[in-house]
């Protein structure tokens, strides 16, 4: 049987091979570097998809520490190298770009990349980026056609913000409101749940507008261990919710010490273990999933600590089909 050909996807940076550490031939030795191709006519269903969204310009506007367009390249570098427990095939499509502050058009050119990416059955991973990347993305899965068929999507956002500021120009702070408006033109309320909110980080306004919305919240200070059956239990209801998952990570969900190299270190933080724990669970549910991973700041990292976070979080959700080793 001959496989579907791709649709055509521009990009503004191609991609480039993936490299890391080679222990030799056999299944037993692949890393994520040997399964990743750069060619999207060799894909097929099922196969994961890479893109990256080079853009800081939404963190520059919300008045944060910029170098967050350097996160795919960190979060590429930090993946590569980690080992598979069992084959698995992916494909990197390269960046989209945000240059000379037109961020409205970069984040449309990400959603029209992802729409025939999730239609066609990859597994999406974006690559940022300040958090501005979750309106592209959001604009993809919107345009799909398990959604304009009727399919519930829900968006699960891992943060210390709500990210619901209504301001003159998008931000990193307005990806989640922005959703909002389109979701009522179509009929629906935005189907939008946060775990590991900080308090401190968010103004009352920043609250009530949560709650004109419906948001569903889970606070950091109750995700710690001891809280993993609350932490489950939220996380089931939200998958219940919907029929396509859009997961958005903020690594400033992490504690610093974990995280050090983001726009707004956090004080407290949701502990990695719980984050991963999390992240797993919904990618087990099976449900038609889009992740991006948001706020890398490699020029303020600390021994690579947060590229590696984040990307052990992405391997964990694209090899959440069995039981990983421990």
Known sequence: MTATRTPPLTVDVAPRPWT????????????????????????????????????????????GRQGAADGPRELRAALAPMALPWPVRALDLGDIEVADGHLEEGQHRLGQVITPLVDRGHPVVVLGGGHEVAYGSYIGLAGTRAVREGGRL???NL?????????????????????AHPERQRGEELNYWVLGVSQPSNTERLFRTADE????????????????????????AFLASCDVVHLSIDLDVLPAGAAPGVSAPAAYGVQMEIIEHVCARVAAAGAPLLVDVAELNPGLDVDHRTARAGARLIHRILTSGGTPRT
Request: net charge negative; with cysteine; aromatic share 8%.
């Open 20 to 63: 890391g550490r080679d222990d030799g031939p056999g299944t037993d030795n692949l890393r994520w570097h040997h399964v990743t191709g750069l060619d999207p006519d060799r894909a097929e269903p099922g196969d994961v998809a890479f893109v990256g969204f080079r853009s800081d310009e939404g963190v520059r506007r919300n008045k």
């Open 154 to 156: 829900g968006v699960l």
């Open 213 to 236: 919305l419906g948001v569903r919240y889970l606070p950091d200070t109750q995700c710690r261990m001891f809280d993993l059956p609350l932490v489950d239990g939220f996380v089931d």
């Open 159 to 179: 943060d210390a913000h709500f990210d619901l500021r209504d301001d003159v120009q998008p931000s990193s702070g307005t990806p989640f409101l922005q959703m």
